[in-house]
Nanobody
Framework: QVQLVESGGGLVQAGGSLRLSCAASRRTFSTYSMGWFRQAPGKEREFVAA????????YYAESVKGRFTISRDNAKNTVYLQMNSLKPEDTAVYYC?????????????????WGQGTQVTVSS
């Protein structure tokens, strides 16, 4: 079992930046594929970004490409999501997820463990 705890959410004006963190409870974190998803009120959970176990490969949703950056520090068991040029439509609860199977995945069912989420609100 892996516990994931997100932090770093908050209220920011449009055009601003936030950095989300997701800390994992297990040292085997470095073997997991990691992803970020988000869910706005009344909408389905949607893929944001994914990163391979080594950090060498990343994958982004078109809606965030060029504005968001996913990274990881395996020594700290932590994955990050740097969000720049935020827009009101980025407002959502952001979740990190860990997958046992290696790869870059945009489907929620490919991930085995989920955090509780952190709220990001972007005001116009």
């Amino acid at each position: 079992q892996v516990q994931l705890v997100e932090s770093g959410g908050g209220l920011v004006q449009a055009g601003g930046s936030l950095r989300l963190s997701c800390a994992a409870s297990r040292r085997t974190f470095s073997t997991y594929s990691m992803g970020w998803f988000r869910q706005a009120p009344g909408k389905e959970r949607e893929f944001v970004a994914a990163i391979s176990w080594s950090g060498g490969s990343t994958y982004y949703a078109e809606s965030v490409k060029g504005r968001f950056t996913i990274s990881r520090d395996n020594a700290k068991n932590t994955v990050y999501l740097q969000m720049n040029s935020l827009k009101p439509e980025d407002t959502a609860v952001y979740y990190c997820a860990a997958g046992v199977v290696a790869g870059l995945y945009s489907l929620p069912r490919k991930y085995d463990y989920w955090g509780q989420g952190t709220q990001v609100t972007v005001s116009s």
